[in-house]
């Protein structure tokens, strides 16, 4: 009965002690992975510019929520002549260049939206190939695919732990369109 006892204790206290470092490592994941979201500058094309008293600054309240859907934008000015080759929209989130118009994605994990219905072996396949979601069409420019490519799995992880940890926002960002078609 005793030993019984005693047996149950140790059970438990490693138990206790697996769940712990568990939920520690994944904290820290989640830290890591807004660390390297911050320096890798995904802010810089997935969080929309407002004007600020010192001019262009991101607007956290809408924080890797992509292109925003009310800002609807009309077709490109004509570029590829000279040496201004690509254009982009006040916010940052929208670029017309020789690939057609890209607007950068809704990073939140909005189930219908944004990143919710992703897991994450598409977002690491998508890094590593350049396809939309892993498997589709090239991810458009200026996207930096290559400086996703380069980072390991285990930063990619937890770049994707991070965004899955942000509060979804229903934000719907519109489709590419191709080279010499109009915005819709
Ligand atoms: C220079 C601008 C820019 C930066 C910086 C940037 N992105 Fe993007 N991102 C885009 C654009 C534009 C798209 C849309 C591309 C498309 O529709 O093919 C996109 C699309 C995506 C997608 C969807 C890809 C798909 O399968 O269609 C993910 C996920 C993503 N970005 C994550 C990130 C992360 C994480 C970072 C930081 C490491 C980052 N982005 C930095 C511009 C950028």
Request: hydrophobic share 35%.
């Given at each position: 009965m005793r030993h019984a006892t005693f047996v149950l204790l140790c059970l438990l206290l490693i138990t206790t002690g697996t769940a712990y470092t568990a939920s520690q490592s994944s904290?820290?994941?989640?830290?890591?992975?807004?660390?390297?979201?911050?320096?890798?500058?995904?802010?810089?094309?997935?969080?929309?510019?407002?004007?600020?008293?010192?001019?262009?600054?991101?607007?956290?309240?809408r924080m890797l929520t992509g292109h925003p859907s009310d800002l609807k934008m009309p077709t490109a000015p004509e570029l590829g002549h000279g040496p201004w080759a690509w254009s982009g929209a006040i916010t940052s989130t929208a670029?017309?260049?020789?690939?057609?118009?890209?607007?950068?994605?809704?990073?939140?994990?909005?189930?219908?939206?944004?990143l919710g219905s992703w897991s994450e072996q598409m977002f690491i396949e998508m890094s590593r190939t350049g396809r939309h979601m892993?498997?589709?069409?090239?991810?458009?420019?200026?996207?930096?695919?290559?400086?996703?490519?380069?980072?390991?799995?285990?930063?990619?992880?937890a770049i994707f732990a991070f965004l899955k940890s942000l509060p979804p926002v229903k934000n719907r960002v519109p489709d590419p369109v191709d080279a010499g078609q109009e915005t819709k």
């Open positions: 904290k820290s994941e989640v830290e890591r992975g807004a660390y390297l979201v911050r320096i890798m500058g995904c802010n810089d094309c997935h969080t929309p510019l407002k004007m600020g008293p010192k001019g262009p600054e991101p607007d956290m309240s670029f017309a260049g020789p690939w057609g118009v890209s607007f950068a994605m809704n990073l939140t994990p909005d189930s219908e939206t944004g892993g498997k589709g069409r090239p991810v458009l420019p200026p996207m930096p695919v290559a400086s996703l490519t380069a980072a390991t799995d285990e930063d990619l992880r």
